[in-house]
């Protein structure tokens, strides 16, 4: 499949169906097997699927429905060398300080098939003719949330560890035919560009598919987690080997579109055109406004449209809302630039 001048995608996560909860209730309760676990994930997978080309977006994922807990919650569940530590706060408002942190008692490794990201692409690639994308959590995302304990001499020691988890797994998909790669991670505050950079290229070494770089200030049940400016990172994150950046900006009204002017580089701009954490709904008019503001400091040839984030903490029908006026928002400016054609 071609893709169109300004192609729309989405990040990553796709809005869940009511089911879907139910299901993982019924997990809980000890109502489902394995092979019911693995039913609802397909018809789930399905699902995000066949949302993402009905509303017309170009670019698709599995919606990441088989990411059970959270975005890499699934994953410290089957990471063998980490051992969780008690919750300090549980009362009241939900917060970044009631997410379960972790410390490694040993080395960290995965089980045998790795985090399963390849079998979720492979899964996608066989149930869309659409151009594809799979996304991984980046070396910062995963350590972010383990203490090194005796085992590793710090925060970057465990993050580097990461970075050669993470490598087996690009590989895998590299090898199973994933043409686009997007690696998510998080804008910290206090980790440099430049380092950010550098693990990501170790995360990324040697995989030949085209690689994403998305950069996010956090959206778990739509809160940020870190202040939301990017001009603390560059021009260090130039240094990553990214083919594209997949940025933020809908959601803080479009500011910072001057960096990408200033140091854009020639690279590819997945610009967030449509704000997941705002409950309001978008018009297909407000999602072309954005995108022409971009085009003021990206070239159309360059230029990808996406949501902020991901839509994995967003009602299914909020989400689809969206994700629609998205890419008929992309289609307005595409009809504006190429005269109807």
Same mark, same amino acid.
């Given at each position: 499949?071609?893709?169109? +001048?300004?192609?729309?995608?989405?990040?990553?996560?796709?809005? @869940?169906?009511?089911?879907? *909860?139910?299901?993982?209730?019924?997990?809980?309760?000890?109502?489902?097997?394995?092979?019911?676990?693995?039913?609802?994930?397909?018809?789930?997978?399905?699902?995000?699927? %066949?949302?993402?080309?009905?509303?017309?977006?170009?670019?698709?994922?599995?919606?990441?429905?088989? %990411?059970?807990?959270?975005?890499?919650?699934?994953?410290?569940?089957?990471? @063998?060398?980490?051992?969780?530590?008690?919750? %300090?706060?549980?009362?009241?408002?939900?917060?970044?300080?009631?997410?379960?942190?972790?410390?490694?008692?040993?080395?960290?490794?995965?089980? #045998?098939?790795?985090?399963?990201?390849?079998?979720?692409?492979?899964?996608?690639?066989?149930?869309?003719?659409?151009?594809?994308?799979?996304?991984?959590?980046?070396?910062?995302?995963?350590?972010?949330?383990?203490?090194?304990?005796?085992?590793?001499?710090?925060?970057?020691?465990?993050?580097?560890?990461?970075?050669?988890?993470?490598?087996?797994?690009?590989?895998?998909?590299?090898?199973?035919?994933?043409?686009?790669?997007?690696?998510?991670?998080?804008?910290?505050?206090?980790?440099?560009?430049?380092?950010?950079?550098? +693990? *990501?290229?170790?995360?990324?070494?040697?995989?030949?598919?085209?690689?994403?770089?998305?950069?996010?200030?956090?959206?778990? *049940?739509?809160?940020?987690?870190?202040?939301?400016?990017?001009? #603390?990172?560059?021009?260090?994150?130039?240094?990553?080997?990214?083919?594209?950046?997949?940025?933020?900006?809908?959601?803080?009204?479009?500011?910072?579109?001057?960096?990408?002017?200033?140091?854009?580089?020639?690279?590819?701009?997945?610009?967030?055109?449509?704000?997941?954490?705002?409950?309001?709904?978008?018009?297909?008019?407000?999602?072309?406004?954005?995108?022409?503001?971009?085009?003021?400091? /990206?070239?159309?040839?360059?230029?990808?449209?996406?949501?902020?984030?991901?839509?994995?903490?967003?009602?299914?029908?909020? /989400?689809?809302?969206?994700?629609?006026?998205?890419?008929?928002?992309?289609?307005?400016?595409?009809?504006? +630039?190429?005269?109807?054609?």
């Amino acid at each position: 499949m071609t893709l169109p +001048l300004i192609p729309s995608s989405v990040v990553g996560s796709h809005g @869940k169906p009511g089911w879907w *909860f139910a299901g993982v209730k019924a997990l809980e309760r000890g109502e489902f097997g394995p092979g019911d676990l693995e039913e609802m994930f397909d018809d789930a997978a399905d699902t995000a699927i %066949r949302d993402m080309e009905r509303a017309g977006i170009d670019v698709v994922t599995d919606g990441e429905m088989r %990411r059970l807990d959270g975005y890499v919650d699934t994953y410290y569940a089957i990471i @063998k060398g980490i051992e969780p530590l008690p919750v %300090r706060r549980r009362a009241g408002p939900w917060g970044y300080d009631q997410q379960t942190r972790y410390e490694a008692v040993g080395r960290i490794e995965t089980p #045998p098939g790795g985090l399963g990201i390849v079998k979720e692409f492979e899964y996608l690639k066989t149930h869309t003719a659409r151009r594809t994308k799979a996304t991984c959590a980046g070396p910062l995302t995963f350590g972010s949330r383990i203490h090194p304990g005796r085992i590793y001499k710090g925060v970057v020691d465990v993050a580097e560890r990461f970075a050669e988890v993470i490598n087996a797994e690009l590989r895998g998909l590299a090898a199973a035919g994933a043409e686009l790669i997007q690696i998510d991670e998080p804008a910290r505050g206090n980790v440099s560009g430049e380092e950010m950079a550098r +693990l *990501f290229n170790l995360a990324t070494a040697g995989v030949t598919a085209k690689l994403g770089f998305h950069i996010c200030f956090g959206n778990r *049940f739509g809160r940020s987690r870190f202040p939301r400016t990017y001009a #603390p990172y560059f021009p260090g994150l130039l240094e990553a080997r990214a083919d594209q950046f997949v940025l933020e900006f809908a959601g803080r009204e479009m500011a910072e579109l001057d960096l990408w002017k200033t140091h854009g580089d020639g690279r590819g701009l997945g610009a967030g055109v449509v704000d997941v954490k705002g409950f309001n709904q978008d018009t297909p008019e407000d999602v072309a406004k954005r995108i022409r503001r971009v085009l003021e400091v /990206c070239p159309a040839e360059k230029l990808t449209v996406n949501p902020d984030c991901g839509f994995g903490w967003s009602p299914r029908y909020l /989400c689809n809302q969206k994700i629609t006026a998205l890419a008929a928002g992309a289609a307005l400016v595409r009809r504006e +630039l190429t005269g109807g054609r």
